[in-house]
C-alpha cells in the first residue's frame, strides 16, 4: 500500500498523464487514431411487460374455466406445468404478485416512486379473478405454487392447529413486506423468495439451499409456501372468503364417501356437520362476546407492543445504519472508516444531513410498526373469532379461504366421474 | 326453514358488501397509486460517481458472472503508458502478464496507439466487475474506468440484490431509454442524470 502511494506521489510530481476530468489534457493523436464510444447494450424491449401480462390474463382466465366449469384436473395440471415454464424457467418468476405488493405499497407512501405496468397488472388481476371466482391464481398460474403442487408425492395430512396457527406467519410476512417496502428500506419478500433462485438457476448459496429446502418439504407437506408463508396468498385467502363463485361440490351427486376429503392434501373440505351444531349454545355465546371484546384490545395492544420494534426494524433502511456507523465512529475515532462512510464522504453527503434524515426515517417506522403491531393483534383476533364460529353444513364443502382450487378432488369423487350405482343415483336424486 | 333462508339471505349480503368494497378499494388503491404521471418503465443503473469500488457487484448480483462490468469511458482516457488501472501495484515490468496486471481476470488488453500512447480494451466477457482497476484508475488516474450495469445481461430484478448491498448507495432506477450513466468529458459528480445523458456520444 505504502510503495502505492509513493509511486503516486512520484507520478503525480512526474508524469503529465496525470490529472481531473474538470481539468483534462487529452493526448493529441496524429496517426488517424480515432477514440472510440463505450458500447450501449439496450435492455429488453418494452412489449415484453405486455406478453406478460395478456398471458396472464388468459392463464387466469383459462384456470377459471378448468377449475369451475371443466373441473378438470388434467386440464390444471397441464396448464400449471405451462405456469412453471413459462412463468417460472423463461421469466424467473419476476415480475410476482407477491413482489406487486411491495411496489404499489411504495407507491403509496412514495411520491417520486416509479409504479412499473407489470407490476400493477400483477397486483391486480390475481384479486380480481379471486373476488369473482376463488383462488384460480393459485391452482394453475402461480409458478411457485406450481412448483410446489407438481411435486407433491405422498401428501402428509397436518393436524388443524398446525395449519391454524402456521396460517397466521402468511399475515406476519405480509406485514412486514408492506411496512419495510413503503419505508424505502427493502423489498423482503423479494429477498427470501426460496423459488425464483431455483427459476434463474443461480443464487446465493443460502437462498438455493432455502428453496431446495421448500422443495423437499413439498414432498410430503402440500404446498408449504402457499399455505404458511405467502404474502399475497393472506390477500387471496380473505377475497376468497367472499368470492362471488368457488369450487363447488354438487350434493346431487355426493354418497358422502369421504373420498374428496381425504384426497386433499391442504385439508380444505369441511363434511357435512350433525344439524345441532347451527344453534349456538349460552357458552359459545359468553365467549364470542369476549373475544368481541378484546379484539380492540389485541389491536391497541398489538400497536402498542409493535412500537418496541422501532429500533431494530429501522435498521432494515441504510441511511439508517449509515446514521448508526457514524455515532460509532465518532465515538472511537481509530481503525479505516468502513467504505459507506467513505462513500457518504465522496458524495458530499454532510453528517447533518445523514443524521436529520435517518430521524425522519425512524419516525415513520415508529408510526410503521404501531400499525403493524396493530395489524398482527388484528389478525389473532380475527382468527379466534373465525375459529369460534360454528357453522352448520348440510353438505360437503371447499373451504372458501384454504380451497387453492387445485382440482384434486374432482378426480377422487365417484360420482363426478359418473361412477356410481344406478340405485344408489337415484336415492340420491330423490332426497 | 324460513329462517335459515334468511340467515343465506344475511350472509349473501354481507359477503357482497365486502366483495362490493374489496373491488372499488382495489380500483381505488391501484388508481392512486398508478395514477401519478410517470416516464417510462425503469431499469437498474449505478452512478460511477457515488461507487466506492467496495467489490460487492461481482458477489451480490443474481447473476454469476455479475450484470455489472466495467466500461472505459475512452474520451476521458489519458492513454497513459503506466496505467494504474491496468497495472499491479508491484509490477514487474509495464507489460501484460498475470504478474503484472491488476484485472485477475486479465479482462484488460493492453494496445500500443502511437508516442507513448497505449489504449486500454475491456473484454466484457471475461469481466467479473470487481472494480480493481476502477479503483486504480480513480485514484491515480483520470477515472475512465468505471462500472456500469450491462443490461444485455441484466435481468432487472424488482429489487436489485447489488442496490441492497451497495455502501454508498450508488444504484437508483433511471428510464429504460436511456439506461447508462456513463462518464464524459461533459459529466460531473452530482450532476443531473438528463444533462449527463445528453452528452453520451453515439449509441451502440
Given amino acids: 500500500m505504502r510503495t502505492r502511494f509513493a509511486f503516486v506521489l512520484f507520478l503525480l510530481l512526474a508524469c503529465p498523464c496525470t490529472g481531473f476530468a474538470e481539468d483534462l489534457t487529452l493526448p493529441e493523436f496524429t496517426s488517424g487514431y480515432e477514440v472510440p464510444s463505450p458500447t450501449r447494450p439496450a435492455p429488453e424491449a418494452g412489449f415484453q411487460d405486455w406478453i406478460d401480462i395478456a398471458l396472464l390474463a388468459v392463464t387466469l382466465s383459462l384456470a377459471t374455466f378448468l377449475v369451475l366449469r371443466k373441473r378438470s384436473r388434467r386440464g390444471v395440471f397441464w396448464l400449471m406445468l405451462f405456469s412453471i415454464a413459462y412463468f417460472g424457467f423463461w421469466r424467473e418468476g419476476c415480475i410476482c404478485p407477491f413482489g406487486a405488493i411491495q411496489n404499489v405499497a411504495q407507491a403509496l407512501f412514495d411520491p417520486a416512486f416509479i409504479l412499473p405496468t407489470a407490476a400493477v397488472a400483477f397486483f391486480l388481476l390475481p384479486l380480481v379473478f379471486t373476488l369473482l371466482f376463488g383462488r384460480s391464481y393459485c391452482a394453475g398460474v402461480c409458478p411457485h405454487g406450481a412448483l410446489q403442487d407438481a411435486v407433491l408425492w405422498k401428501p402428509v395430512k397436518l393436524p388443524a392447529w398446525v395449519n391454524h396457527s402456521l396460517g397466521l406467519f402468511a399475515h406476519v410476512y405480509l406485514g412486514l413486506g408492506v411496512l419495510f417496502a413503503a419505508t424505502g428500506s427493502a423489498y423482503v419478500i423479494c429477498q427470501y423468495d426460496p423459488f425464483v433462485p431455483l427459476f434463474r438457476l443461480s443464487g446465493s448459496v443460502n437462498m438455493l439451499a432455502l428453496g431446495g429446502l421448500f422443495l423437499f418439504v413439498s414432498l410430503f407437506v402440500g404446498r408449504p409456501y402457499c399455505r404458511f408463508v405467502c404474502p399475497y396468498g393472506a390477500i387471496l385467502r380473505l377475497f376468497s372468503v367472499v368470492s362471488r363463485s368457488r369450487v363447488k361440490i354438487y350434493p346431487d351427486r355426493c354418497i358422502e364417501c369421504h373420498l374428496c376429503e381425504d384426497s386433499c392434501p391442504y385439508g380444505a373440505i369441511r363434511e357435512a356437520t350433525p344439524a345441532a351444531v347451527g344453534r349456538p349454545k349460552h357458552e359459545d355465546k359468553t365467549w364470542m362476546a369476549v373475544l368481541l371484546v378484546i379484539l380492540p384490545v389485541l389491536i391497541l395492544g398489538g400497536g402498542w407492543l409493535g412500537t418496541h420494534l422501532t429500533e431494530p426494524f429501522a435498521r432494515m433502511h441504510a441511511t439508517v445504519r449509515l446514521a448508526d456507523q457514524l455515532n460509532e465512529k465518532s465515538a472511537e475515532n481509530k481503525g479505516e472508516l468502513p467504505d459507506e462512510i467513505k462513500a457518504m464522504h465522496r458524495a458530499d453527503r454532510s453528517t447533518a444531513s445523514v443524521h436529520a434524515e435517518a430521524a425522519s426515517i425512524v419516525k415513520s417506522f415508529r408510526t410503521g410498526t404501531w400499525w403493524f403491531g396493530a395489524w398482527i393483534g388484528l389478525v389473532i383476533g380475527v382468527k379466534l373469532i373465525a375459529l369460534s364460529m360454528r357453522r352448520a353444513r348440510s353438505e360437503y364443502e371447499a373451504d372458501r379461504g384454504t380451497c387453492v382450487a387445485c382440482a384434486r378432488c374432482f378426480d377422487y369423487c365417484p360420482g363426478e366421474k359418473g361412477l356410481l350405482d344406478p340405485e344408489i343415483q337415484a336415492r340420491i336424486e330423490s332426497r | ?204
Fill in chain 2, 1 to 204: 326453514m324460513a329462517e335459515k333462508e334468511n340467515d343465506m339471505t344475511r350472509r349473501q349480503f354481507v359477503r357482497d358488501g365486502l366483495r362490493g368494497g374489496a373491488l372499488l378499494s382495489l380500483g381505488g388503491l391501484c388508481g392512486f397509486a398508478w395514477g401519478r404521471p410517470q416516464t417510462t418503465e425503469t431499469v437498474w443503473q449505478l452512478d460511477p460517481y457515488k461507487c466506492v469500488q467496495c467489490g460487492k457487484c461481482t458477489t451480490h448480483c443474481v447473476l454469476n458472472p455479475s450484470a455489472v462490468k466495467c466500461v472505459h469511458s475512452y474520451e476521458i482516457c489519458g492513454y497513459c503508458d503506466i496505467c494504474y488501472g491496468f497495472l499491479a501495484p508491484k509490477y514487474n515490468q509495464v507489460a501484460a502478464g498475470a504478474e503484472n496486471e491488476l484485472c485477475p481476470t486479465s479482462a484488460i488488453v493492453r494496445k500500443y496507439v502511437e508516442g507513448p500512447h497505449f489504449e486500454y480494451i475491456i473484454k466484457e466477457e471475461l469481466c467479473i466487475g470487481c472494480a480493481k482497476c476502477v479503483e486504480g484508475c480513480t485514484i491515480s488516474g483520470f477515472g475512465s474506468l468505471h462500472l456500469q450495469v450491462r443490461h444485455d445481461r441484466c435481468v432487472n430484478c424488482n429489487e436489485c440484490a447489488i442496490a441492497v448491498a451497495c455502501p454508498a448507495q450508488a444504484f437508483k432506477r433511471v428510464p429504460a431509454n436511456r439506461p447508462y450513466l456513463i462518464k464524459g468529458k461533459k459529466t460531473a459528480p452530482h450532476m443531473d442524470d438528463d444533462k449527463r445523458n445528453g452528452t453520451q456520444g453515439q449509441s451502440a
